[in-house]
C-alpha cells in the first residue's frame, strides 16, 4: 500500500553547490516562516561550527507541505569526510533531488553520493543550481551529469530523470531556460510527480530502522527513522534487533513519538508507514537498529558505513602548562567524551591504548577530526593531540596496502605546474589535464591519503588562494614508498618562562614565530618554523643584561615582525611526527612529544 499524502526525499550534492540555501527557500515558500519572520541564512545549519565554516556537518530533517502533501526533506552534508551520514540517510528516503552547480558542473562528491542513491534504486531529480552566476553554462552542465549517470551504469528510468535550472539564492526554479523564473512551484510539482509515495504493509508487524541519533541533555538519545511497515504508537512495547548483530534482541517501551514539522518537531500519539519519526526514551538505541513488533522480531537489512581512513592519538595533556585553563583535563573526563561521540558520528571509532592515558580516534578524514577537536575545545577540554596518520592494511600476499584519494585540483594555468610538482612529490600520479573556461586547468591525480595530509595550506599558498582541491577516497592501493611531509624544522623554545621582545628578536632571524612577547612558553614547546631543515632551540626568554641606563630604554627600538597565528588545522597540518598539539579552550601550543632536549636527542639517535 502507498501512502499518498507523504514525500521522502534527500538533498545530495557536492559541497557547496547550494543544498542548504535550496532547502531554506523550500521552507520559506511552502509557509513555515511567518511573513514578518527574522530568518537566518542556512538555517538549516544550526552547528556554531557549520555556521562559522559554511559547511554541513551532520544531516538534517525538516518537513514542509505543499497542496495537502507532506514533504519530508533531508539535507545531507556535501564533504567527503562526512560521507557516512550520507549513506545512512538515504535509506530513510524514496528519491533525491541532487543539486549540481551550474558552473563547475559534477564533482567528486556528486560522484560518490549519486552512486550511493543509484545502488538503493532512488529515482532522481536533477537541479542545476546558479544559473544566474555570470559564468553558468548550463547545458554544458547537463549533458556532464547525463555522461556520470551512464559512467555509474544508472537504469533507464534514472537515465530518464527530470532536469530543473534554478537559482536557490534568488528563490526560483524553472523547467526550462526560456521559462519566465517566478518560485520553487516548478520544483514543489517535480517532487510529487517524480518521486514515489512510501510504501508498506499498514497490517503487518512494526517494523522502524534508526537511520540517525539525536542527542538531547534533558532525554538522552533519539533515535530517528522512517515507519516502513504497521504503525508505531506512544506506550507500545517493541524489540531492538539488529542486522549486523543477530544476538541483539532487547525489550523496550516508546515513551514519547514526535514528527518534523517545518524546523521543529511536534509530539504525536502514533503514526503511520512513510512518516519519519524521532522516538526517545530507549537509552542505548544505535544506528542500524530496527524497532518491531515482538510477535515477528524482523531486523531490516542496513548497510555497513564505510571504514575510516586516518587516525589520531588523543592524549591527556601532560605539558607544564596543563589544567590551568581547561575545564576537563583527566582521562576519565576523555574517555567519556570520546565515547559520547560515537552515540552519534557513525563514521568514528574510538579504540583504548595500552595506556589509560591515551586513545586511538579513526575518522573520515582531516576535517572530520578536526570538528570533533574544536567541538571538545569549545565544550571545555584540554587535550593533546598526535599527527594524523593513515590506516594501513595487509593483502593476502602480506602486501601492505595504503588508503589512496583521486584528487580533483582547478588552478590557473599559470599554478599548474608548481601543483603538479608538488603532489608528484607526494608520490601523486597525474592521470588528467584538461584546459577549461577562462585559462584555467583541471588535474586528476592518484594520490595516497598520506600525501595529502598537510598539503592544504601549502596548495592555498601556492594558488595564491584561488586554486580548489576536491578529494574522494578511492579504495586501497600498493604501498606508494616514504613521504617526506616538512622540509622546515622547527624553532624550539629552551627554557620555560614567558617571552620577551628582546628574545623574540634575536629568534626572528632563524625563521616565522609563532608567538608574541608576553606568552607563556616551557621547554620544549615549538615557538615558530625554522628556514631550515633541521630543528634549533632558542631562549626566548632571554632578557638584556642592564649595564648602563641608556641600554635599558634600547628595547623599545627593536621591531618584531608580527608573529604568524596559525588556526587549528594550520597547526594539525603543520606538527610532524615527533611533534603533539596541545589544545586548551583558550590556546593551541605546538610541542615536542618528548620536551627534555637530552632525551630528545637520544630518541632521536636512536631511530637513526
Known amino acids: 500500500m502507498k501512502r499518498e499524502n507523504i514525500r521522502n526525499i534527500a538533498i545530495i550534492a557536492h559541497v557547496d553547490h547550494g543544498k542548504t540555501t535550496l532547502v531554506d527557500e523550500l521552507l520559506k515558500q511552502s509557509g513555515v516562516f511567518r511573513a514578518n519572520q527574522e530568518v537566518a541564512e542556512r538555517v538549516m545549519d544550526s552547528g556554531d561550527i557549520e555556521r562559522e565554516r559554511g559547511i554541513t556537518i551532520l544531516s538534517k530533517n525538516t518537513a514542509v507541505t505543499y497542496k495537502d502533501t507532506k514533504i519530508n526533506i533531508i539535507d545531507t552534508p556535501g564533504h567527503a569526510d562526512f560521507g557516512g551520514e550520507v549513506e545512512r540517510v538515504l535509506k530513510m528516503v524514496n528519491g533525491v533531488i541532487l543539486v549540481v552547480d551550474a558552473f563547475e558542473g559534477p564533482m567528486p562528491q556528486t560522484k560518490f553520493v549519486l552512486k550511493n542513491a543509484l545502488a538503493l534504486d532512488l529515482p532522481v531529480i536533477v537541479c542545476v543550481n546558479k544559473i544566474d552566476r555570470p559564468e553558468a553554462r548550463p547545458e554544458d552542465v547537463v549533458d556532464e551529469v547525463l555522461e556520470l549517470l551512464m559512467d555509474l551504469d544508472a537504469s533507464d528510468e534514472q537515465l530518464d530523470c527530470p532536469f530543473l535550472y534554478a537559482s536557490a539564492k534568488a528563490g526560483y526554479a524553472v523547467r526550462d531556460l526560456a521559462d519566465e523564473p517566478k518560485d520553487m512551484m516548478p520544483l514543489f510539482e517535480t517532487i510529487l510527480t517524480h518521486i514515489p509515495a512510501p510504501g508498506g504493509n499498514p497490517d503487518a508487524g512494526t517494523q522502524v530502522l534508526i537511520s540517525t541519533i539525536d542527542y538531547n541533555e534533558y532525554v538522552g538519545r533519539i533515535g530517528v527513522g522512517k515507519v516502513d511497515n504497521g504503525r508505531i504508537r506512544v506506550n507500545q512495547e517493541m524489540v531492538v534487533v539488529n542486522h549486523h548483530d543477530p544476538e541483539k534482541c532487547k ?222 577516497f578511492d579504495g586501497y592501493g600498493p604501498y606508494k614508498g616514504d613521504i617526506s611531509y616538512r622540509k622546515q624544522g622547527s624553532l624550539i623554545a629552551f627554557e620555560a618562562g614567558e617571552a620577551i621582545t628582546y628574545g623574540l628578536f634575536n629568534a626572528q632571524e632563524r625563521g616565522t614565530l609563532f608567538i608574541g612577547p608576553g606568552e607563556k612558553v616551557y621547554a620544549g614547546m615549538v615557538v615558530g618554523e625554522n628556514g631550515k631543515p633541521e630543528d634549533i632551540e632558542l631562549n626566548v626568554c632571554k632578557t638584556k643584561k642592564l649595564t648602563n641606563t641608556r641600554s635599558s630604554s634600547a628595547d623599545e627600538a627593536l621591531r618584531l615582525t608580527p608573529p604568524r597565528i596559525l588556526s587549528l588545522e594550520q597547526c594539525l597540518e603543520f606538527i610532524d611526527t615527533d611533534e603533539l598539539l596541545e589544545i586548551t579552550p583558550s590556546s593551541l601550543r605546538i610541542r615536542k612529544k618528548i620536551l627534555d632536549p637530552t632525551l630528545r636527542k637520544r630518541a632521536g639517535l636512536n631511530s637513526k
Open 251 to 472: 525489550k523496550v517501551k516508546i515513551s514519547k513519538l514526535y514528527e518534523f514539522d517545518g524546523l521543529g518537531k511536534v509530539d504525536v500519539t502514533e503514526a503511520e508507514i512513510g512518516s519519519i519519526v524521532a522516538i526517545s526514551g530507549i537509552a542505548d538505541i544505535h544506528i542500524g537498529d530496527t524497532l518491531c513488533s515482538p510477535e515477528q522480531p524482523q531486523a531490516i537489512p542496513f548497510q555497513k558505513i564505510s571504514e575510516p581512513t586516518i587516525s589520531m592519538h588523543f592524549l591527556v595533556n601532560d605539558s607544564p602548562l596543563a589544567g590551568k585553563e581547561g575545564k576537563y583535563v583527566t582521562s576519565r573526563h576523555l574517555r567519556d567524551r570520546l565515547f559520547r561521540e560515537l552515540n552519534t558520528d557513525v563514521s568514528l571509532r574510538v579504540e583504548e591504548t595500552e595506556t589509560t592515558e591515551a586513545f586511538k580516534v579513526s575518522g573520515r578524514g582531516e576535517l572530520h577530526l578536526s570538528v570533533l577537536i574544536e567541538n571538545m575545545r569549545r565544550e571545555g577540554y584540554e587535550f593533546a593531540v598526535s599527527k594524523a596518520e593513515v590506516l594501513y592494511k595487509t593483502d593476502e600476499k602480506g602486501k601492505r596496502l595504503e588508503p589512496m584519494e583521486h584528487a580533483y585540483v582547478d588552478v590557473d594555468d599559470e599554478f599548474s605546474g608548481t601543483v603538479i610538482q608538488k603532489l608528484s612529490e607526494r608520490k601523486g600520479e597525474l592521470l588528467n589535464m584538461s584546459v577549461g573556461n577562462g585559462g584555467s586547468t583541471r588535474l586528476e591525480f592518484s594520490i595516497p591519503s598520506r600525501g595529502l595530509i598537510g598539503y592544504r595550506g601549502e596548495f592555498l599558498t601556492d594558488t595564491k588562494g584561488t586554486g580548489v582541491l576536491n578529494t574522494i
